[in-house]
């Protein structure tokens, strides 16, 4: 919304030194944020009033014209002019060297320079209307006509700023209609003149409220009192289409609106005003001379201007005549309804439609007018007194003439001001400062509340505009206060402490410790992919696009899909990056979602189940090689991590895993995640070449995150260590964990070094070099005593696992 | 005889200042005093010399012979001095070997430390679930029941559950506060709590623009509590995120779930509140909603709006961080891509 601060004056005097920056800082910081500041007078620079003193043929073009012009620089200018109504002695708008204009309103904007037209030298331009921002004050008749102001009528002088002419010196601060949500007062400029009286402690202008009486009455029916609470008429005759004087024009135009005639004008400058929307039918139009304010029935249809139909609903509020429906109630009208050219009389509609049903109809028909978003917030039905009131004032001084013959206010329910109760100890309390009764009763009063101090409680009384719901408790009394000191004068005061307990969250902290295990000792970059996965890499990674719970508005087609496992997400990743970097390692901890029931708060609320995973890729070019890699950072993990250990079994193979290479990985008996390569299959289909992956995933709500440290200290070996190196010859199919079950009681420590096929070895078999140290708690090994031991881990080795040593 | 031991001590000196390592030296040691150098051979040959000169040949002998010890081990302290591990040319400009990479998001980074600030002041961590309801996202916060917020064209909800209401109706949580009645009905009051995490809305995305956000909301409540102390909640955030004390200013703001509600605005960093482009000539950037909790927010955590009271703030984690390191586009943080997550190491 636009807020002029010529039309603001007209109900509050602001000091003359108080700079529109001061304002628009103070209304920020007290009412509501001004997003920009800008003075309609800036685009006027350099174009001025000349008065044309000569005006001459052009020797080369028969449509242009030499004109010599006192344009207040000193001397007489020549001007070449296209103009068709150029008259000497008249007044006509100038733009200098350096005024930006459009020509012929169109395009971008030009700026004047001083040149020659067809040889003719010209020093700046005669402007019409359109060229110069001025299409809304001084309606251009045709194509090539200047403004003339002498022909106009308009006051002025030669030199002096078209702006200030023109009455376009205004102040225009722009504010974000969202943000005024809540307050349906600020909707007109009264209601800003409200709050800067407020701010400022100035006397805000009255606004007269009498409405006719002792007249014939219209026939005004309400039959839908919960949608219209109130509906006044008024016929107003002997009244033509007309355009409006400068000053409304030029208000309405720097208000944000465009002039049309003085029968709407006057209707749009009230709403701009007091917030009030109204409307005036030719009452010629309405048949019967009657208005039925009813629930449209059901297939019912409204004919537009362009003569279309609206298919209505039941429940969309109507204005209807004795016939039909006239008008969309508070959104917009029908062809039955609007002021035409012959206009002579009118209907004046002024009334009250509440918000919910506005907001309803208004939404389903994607209508957004500007009576629709003031009804929407919720307004009083007394409005309406001040509202008619300045509308009748303006019907009479635009048509002095007029007649006002007929009135009928229908009026089933009235705004009730909202009654709170505040305590001066409350406010204390939660202001953190003490406020003088004084200062409470004088900021509330400016606001238009009523108090009444008993020594302990204000008694409020609300007034009605800020009744229809922005204020109904004491919290809201707290904040007008709050806000008028202004939120910058409280003292930021520390939060008061208790030492009852420290914040001890195990199961956060292993969060924590899981990111950072993974980010700083595994080399693994965090990254995060969205919920919503592309069904491609869904069904790359083979899982079933049925069991994802689904968006009903995605963002795209393809991405309704709420993910199941942060798998697919890791292939999209991987496919991202696998163009600049041939080895990388990813994880993600995020949420995945399954159909389900699931009560995190309360049982009446059922949601999808939701695991927390943690899932990591290693990417390069030895599978193998990555897949053990990727087993040793989940190995690692606990101790790490400091949660209960993992093992890895077979158990149930994870869909994107490749046949052979995958393990499950188990807490206790429990299954929570899987490591394994990545099928070929699923990084084919995810368009992935030439590249491995190793995978893992696992569901940290199941790991069981240890309240503090639990390892022992062992103490160290008083006798040294001796370590041995053993390269053995098994079959392939002996296992590492037959191996180490053999002898790893007979040890202190077991180390696997490598595993060998190939030439080196006979077919069928394969080389395992692994790493003992031995020792004894009592004395240092004698080495008859460490030949014995070693020849019976052999022997064992034999024994258990059909080993022979190698040499 | 004495002119040969002179040439022996001559020559002796003259090997041992040669002998470059220390492997050269110990081949010297052996060729000047060992069994077969010419030193013992002179002495084994004093038998055979005159009586009147044996015995100044012999002293000069072992003068010399002591002399050799000497010199070898003064040039062996200056070998062990000045060997290196390394031999030959060495280019010490070439680059190190790089320790292997991995970090956390920065997004996570900036949760990390505001937790810690928060935690310092006796907060705790709270974790939503991303799928909410309607009752949970909206009823429970005093948004009327026809805020636009409600709309599919803002909040993504969940297929099957868009036209049904309250409980039934699910969505991707559209904020975070939400969250904040869930954790109330579990721990009751006096409470204080952070709860970061990722939100969704149903918006164009542009670089300053998202679909999925991430936020960091903080929250307390407690009795006979000025709005004032709100405040406190502000400053550690921003003094923990720039490592300095940040200009804030707190004004007129609306919320349904607060009353009173501000705005905080923040100095803008760049131009020092001047006013510059980043911030629209402003000088303040606009960074977090906050305000004392609504009546009906505490009453549907099930508690009493008379007896308790307290504050929320929300700051908006990806804003944060762009600020931070001067990410100019906000779509980076979902992109995966490593170019842009490894210069957060």
Not at chain 1, 382 to 391: K, W, Y
Not at chain 2, 135 to 144: C, G, I, Q, S, V
Request: aromatic share 8%; glycine share 8%; charged share 25%.
């Amino acid at each position: 919304m636009n807020i002029s601060l010529n039309f603001v004056k007209r109900f509050v005097d602001l000091p003359a030194d108080l700079a529109p920056a001061q304002i628009a800082y103070d209304l920020t910081m007290r009412t509501v944020e001004v997003e920009e500041v800008t003075s309609t007078a800036d685009k006027f620079h350099d174009i001025v009033v000349g008065e044309i003193k000569e005006v001459k043929a052009h020797p080369n073009a028969d449509a242009l014209r030499i004109c010599m012009v006192d344009c207040g620089v000193g001397e007489l200018k020549q001007i070449v002019c296209g103009g068709s109504n150029l008259t000497v002695g008249h007044k006509v708008c100038v733009s200098k060297p350096g005024a930006v204009v459009y020509w012929h309103g169109e395009g971008e904007p030009v700026v004047i320079k001083e040149s020659k037209l067809r040889g003719e030298a010209s020093y700046g331009m005669i402007c019409g209307a359109t060229e110069v921002f001025l299409a809304d004050v001084y309606p251009p008749k045709d194509e090539h006509e200047i403004v003339d102001f002498t022909e106009l009528g308009v006051d002025c002088q030669v030199g002096q700023c078209v702006a200030e002419v023109a009455g376009l010196d205004d102040i225009i601060l722009e504010v974000d209609n969202k943000s005024l949500t809540n307050r349906p007062d600020l909707w007109g400029h009264y209601g800003v003149a409200r709050e800067l009286a407020a701010i400022y402690k100035l006397p805000l202008k009255p606004l007269a409220s009498a409405i006719p009486t002792g007249l014939p009455e219209y026939s005004v029916e309400i039959k839908a009192e919960a949608q219209c609470p109130r509906y006044t008429g008024t016929l107003i005759e002997n009244v033509s289409v007309k355009e409006s004087p400068m000053w409304m024009k030029t208000l309405i135009t720097n208000g944000g609106m465009r002039p049309i005639n003085a029968l709407v004008d006057i209707t749009n400058f009230v709403m701009m005003a007091v917030g009030q929307p109204m409307h005036a039918f030719d009452s010629t139009h309405v048949e019967g001379s009657r208005i039925i304010v009813r629930s449209a029935a059901a297939g019912e249809k409204l004919m537009l201007l362009d003569e279309q139909y609206l298919d209505l609903a039941e429940g969309d509020l109507v204005i209807c005549d004795a016939e039909k429906p006239m008008g969309l109630a508070g959104i917009k009208g029908g062809k039955n309804d609007s002021i035409l050219d012959d206009t002579t009389s009118v209907l004046l509609e002024v009334a009250t439609f509440t918000a919910p049903g506005i907001r309803k109809t208004s939404r389903r028909f994607a209508e957004k007018t500007d009576a629709s978003m003031r009804y929407e917030k919720g307004l009083d039905t007394q409005r309406v007194d001040q509202g008619l009131a300045m509308a009748l004032e303006l019907f009479k001084e635009i048509y002095p003439e007029c007649r006002i013959t007929a009135f009928k206010d229908v009026n089933p329910m009235k705004t009730e001001r909202a009654k709170i109760d505040v305590t001066q100890e409350f406010l204390n309390i939660r202001l953190g400062k003490v406020l003088t009764q004084e200062h409470i009763e004088d900021t509330l009063r400016r606001l238009g509340f009523d108090t009444e101090f008993d020594g302990t409680t204000y008694h409020c009384i609300a007034p009605t505009w800020r009744s229809t719901g922005d204020i109904s408790m004491k919290d809201d009394v707290l904040g007008d206060l709050a806000r008028l000191i202004g939120y910058e004068y409280f003292e930021a005061k520390p939060l008061p402490v208790s030492f009852e307990h420290s914040v001890k969250q195990p199961a956060q902290e292993m969060a924590r410790a899981l990111r950072e295990y993974l980010a700083f000792r595994c080399g693994f970059y965090e990254i995060f992919t969205y919920p919503w996965i592309d069904e491609k890499f869904i069904k790359a990674a083979r899982f079933s696009t049925e069991d994802c719970v689904k968006l009903a508005t995605p963002p795209a087609p393809e991405l309704s899909c709420l993910r199941t496992s942060l798998i697919p997400g890791m292939l999209e990743a991987i496919d991202k990056n696998v163009h600049n970097y041939a080895e990388f390692n990813l994880f993600e901890a995020a949420q995945v979602f399954q159909k389900g029931e699931y009560h995190p708060s309360s049982e009446d609320e059922t949601l999808p189940v939701h695991k927390n995973m943690l899932t990591g890729v290693r990417v390069g070019s030895d599978a193998k090689k990555l897949f053990f890699e990727v087993k040793g950072v989940i190995e690692n993990m606990p101790s790490y991590c400091h949660f209960e250990a993992l093992s890895f079994k077979q158990v149930e193979k994870p869909c994107w895993a490749d046949e052979k290479v995958w393990l499950n990985v188990m807490s206790g008996k429990q299954v929570i995640g899987a490591i394994g390569l990545i099928s070929f299959a699923a990084l084919t289909d995810a368009g992935i070449k030439r590249t491995q992956a190793a995978a893992f995933e696992i569901d940290t709500k199941m790991l069981k995150a240890f309240p503090s440290r639990t390892n022992e200290f062992k103490h160290l070996p008083q006798f040294p260590l001796v370590e041995k190196d053993l390269s053995m010859l098994v079959n392939e199919s002996v296992t590492w964990s037959q191996i180490s079950e053999a002898i790893k009681f007979m040890v202190k420590e077991l180390k696997f070094v490598e595993e060998y096929h190939g030439e080196q070895v006979p077919a069928g078999k394969k080389s395992i070099m692994l790493s003992v140290k031995i020792g004894n708690d009592n004395a240092t090994m004698t080495s008859k005593e460490i030949d014995k031991k070693m020849a019976a881990i052999i022997k064992n080795l034999q024994n258990k696992c059909g080993a022979e040593l190698r040499e | 005889m004495l002119e040969k031991l002179e040439k022996i001590r001559e020559a002796g000196l003259a090997k041992i200042a040669e002998a470059a390592d220390l492997n050269a030296l110990e081949a010297v040691r052996k060729d000047l005093t060992g069994k077969k150098s010419e030193l013992q051979e002179v002495l084994k040959s004093l038998g055979t010399i005159e009586p009147e000169q044996r015995k100044t040949v012999g002293q000069m002998a072992n003068v010399i012979k002591n002399l050799f010890a000497e010199k070898i081990e003064e040039r062996e302290g200056q070998l062990v001095a000045s060997t290196s591990a390394v031999e030959g040319e060495i280019d010490l400009t070439l680059p190190g070997i790089t320790v292997p990479g991995g970090a956390l998001h920065p997004i996570t980074q900036m949760c990390y430390d505001l937790n810690d600030a928060f935690r310092s002041l006796g907060f705790e961590i709270y974790s939503e679930d991303d799928i909410s309801s309607e009752k949970y996202a909206f009823d429970n916060l005093n948004f009327p029941a026809d805020h636009p917020a409600r709309q599919s064209m803002d909040t993504y909800w969940i297929d099957g559950t868009e036209d049904k209401e309250g409980c039934d109706r699910l969505c991707l949580r559209p904020h975070l506060t939400g969250g904040s009645v869930r954790h109330l009905l579990e721990v009751g009051a006096p409470a204080r709590f952070v709860y970061p995490g990722r939100v969704y809305r149903n918006e164009t995305t542009d670089a300053r623009h998202e679909r999925a956000f991430f936020q960091y909301e903080a929250l307390i409540v407690d009795k006979d509590i000025s709005f004032s102390s709100g405040r406190v909640m502000i400053e550690t955030i921003l003094e923990k995120v720039f490592g300095r004390k940040v200009n804030v200013r707190m004004r007129e703001g609306f919320f349904p779930f607060t009353e009173p509600g501000y705005e905080i605005d923040m100095e803008c960093l760049l131009c020092g509140g001047k006013g510059c482009r980043a911030c629209n000539q402003a000088g303040w950037i606009e960074v977090m909603p906050g305000g004392v909790i609504h009546p009906n927010v505490l009453r549907s955590a099930g508690l009493d709006p008379d007896v308790w009271t307290g504050f929320y703030t929300n700051i908006g984690l990806d804003r944060l961080v762009m600020m931070r390191y001067g990410v100019d586009d906000v779509r980076y943080f979902h992109s995966a891509d490593l170019r842009f997550l490894e210069q957060f190491k």
